[in-house]
């Protein structure tokens, strides 16, 4: 069978055998099918490929650590990460893990009994770029706002675990024109560029903020990610903690836990 993915076509090529004891050879992402003749003769030394090369183009490298066996256990682990509770091994969703590295680190993931759901948290989209443009609340102007209370961040603002790692240019012409931030460089005080800024006065705008147990939201220390990935990523979740005062844009969400 075949989708269409960010046009590109995806095959999969399954061989199916009679009822017996879950134990088969699965290997994903092969962009070449010498990549998968080499790693089923590969002996295992070496470097363990990963998507792309650092410098860019597809890793095409043979490896028998692409070549995953999974059993009852294997898929006990991905049910227990992704499906409802009491999921039956043999029912789990297939996930397509790259290597054998992939596979040690849902493991990890699964054996945490301790899950968000366990805790009392609030979250929040914030601003929606349509509504709460017409509303008067937002307005695109690519500039530094005054303070860190009328920052409003959209995805690219951050990285993994840095709140401010890239800036607009001015103008902005798309998502992709932006500048990196030297982190280490930063004055105490920064506060970055955006493209979007309040529309209206001051304390209308914070009238407008999402409140959590009774307080804005901008008040706490917040998780932040973006709403948009590409699940073909190495690092799919682009999270942060980004500090009190800013507020974000709805491909941006932020949570916190309840004190």
Request: net charge negative; proline share 8%; charged share 20%.
């Amino acid at each position: 069978m075949f989708e269409d993915v960010d046009n590109h076509t995806v095959y999969g090529v399954h061989i199916y055998g009679d009822e017996q004891t879950i134990d088969f050879l699965q290997a994903s992402s092969l962009l070449d099918p010498e990549t998968l003749e080499g790693s089923l003769e590969h002996d295992g030394n070496g470097e363990i490929p990963g998507w792309q090369f650092p410098w860019g183009g597809w890793d095409l490298r043979p490896h028998s650590g692409r070549i995953m066996r999974i059993d009852e256990g294997i898929l006990s682990d991905w049910a227990n990460l992704f499906d409802p509770p009491g999921t039956a091994p043999s029912a789990a969703r297939l996930l397509r893990p790259l290597n054998r590295e992939h596979l040690i680190g849902i493991a990890a993931m699964s054996s945490i009994s301790v899950r968000l759901g366990s805790f009392e948290y609030s979250w929040t989209p914030c601003w929606n770029e349509k509504t709460d443009k017409t509303t008067g609340t937002i307005k695109w102007d690519t500039r530094r706002a005054n303070s860190l209370d009328e920052v409003v961040i959209q995805g690219p603002i951050f990285g993994i675990g840095t709140p401010f790692a890239k800036e607009p240019n001015q103008p902005c012409k798309s998502n992709k024109d932006y500048t990196s931030i030297d982190s280490l460089t930063l004055p105490a005080r920064f506060i970055p560029r955006t493209n979007y800024q309040r529309a209206c006065d001051l304390d209308v705008f914070h009238s407008r903020i999402p409140e959590w147990n009774g307080a804005p939201s901008t008040e706490f220390w917040r998780l932040a990610w973006r709403n948009m990935t590409q699940s073909g990523l190495e690092r799919s979740l682009t999270s942060a903690v980004i500090p009190p005062g800013p507020t974000h844009v709805h491909t941006v969400h932020t949570l916190a836990l309840s004190p």
